[in-house]
């Protein structure tokens, strides 16, 4: 499939209930968490993917340690309750893929899982992350989302295969 025609799908997706952001790390560890900011576009002569994770999330730790990630998109008002789990819950104290009963296929290299069902797959190569810096954002903005300054990490991915 081509990089950018599933973009509306995914946007559908990111103004609903969510996708899902699923790393596999160097150590093994494998975990799933709901994302409501994601873009993708063109950088460096690239399709990348860019994902916003707080450093608090557990997801933060494992992409730390990751080469890859997957956003993967639910089809049109499904896995609401799994979104739900997996946006409230951290991998910290719950295997939420089970306890969800998602199952993950293998991506096209060792280090990528999908989630199986999903209506459109991203698989993502990570390139380089930055901070967020929310020092610049309007005060409308910086009030609503880092009240505690805990800002994003931004993290690029280049999207190697869309599915
Ligand atoms: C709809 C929805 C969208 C979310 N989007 C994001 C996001 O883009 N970035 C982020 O850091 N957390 C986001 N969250 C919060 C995380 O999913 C949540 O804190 C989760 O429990 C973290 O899981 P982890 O500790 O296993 O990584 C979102 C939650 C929901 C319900």
Redesign the pocket.
């Known amino acids: 499939m081509d990089h950018h025609s599933g973009f509306e799908k995914l946007c559908e997706a990111l103004e609903g209930?969510?996708a899902l952001l699923v790393v596999l790390d160097n150590k093994k560890r494998l975990?799933a968490?709901?994302?409501?900011?994601a873009q993708t576009g063109v950088i460096w002569g690239r399709s990348v993917m860019t994902?916003?994770?707080?450093p608090s999330?557990?997801?933060?730790e494992l992409l730390e340690g990751a080469r890859y990630f997957s956003v993967c998109v639910p089809a049109l008002g499904a896995w609401k309750k799994e979104?739900?789990f997996?946006?409230?819950?951290?991998?910290?104290e719950y295997d939420?893929l089970r306890a969800c009963a998602l199952n993950t296929t293998d991506g096209s290299k060792p280090g990528i899982k999908l989630i199986e069902g999903a209506a459109l797959s991203y698989e993502c190569e990570l390139l380089s992350k930055a901070e967020m810096p929310s020092s610049a954002l309007p005060e409308e903005i910086r009030k609503k989302y880092y009240p505690a300054g805990d800002s994003?990490t931004l993290y690029f991915g280049e999207v190697i295969r869309v599915c």
Request: aromatic letters at 8%; proline letters at 0%.
């Open positions: 209930s969510g975990n968490m709901t994302i409501g900011w994902v916003l994770v707080r999330r557990y997801t933060h979104l739900a997996c946006g409230s819950k951290s991998g910290r939420k994003h």
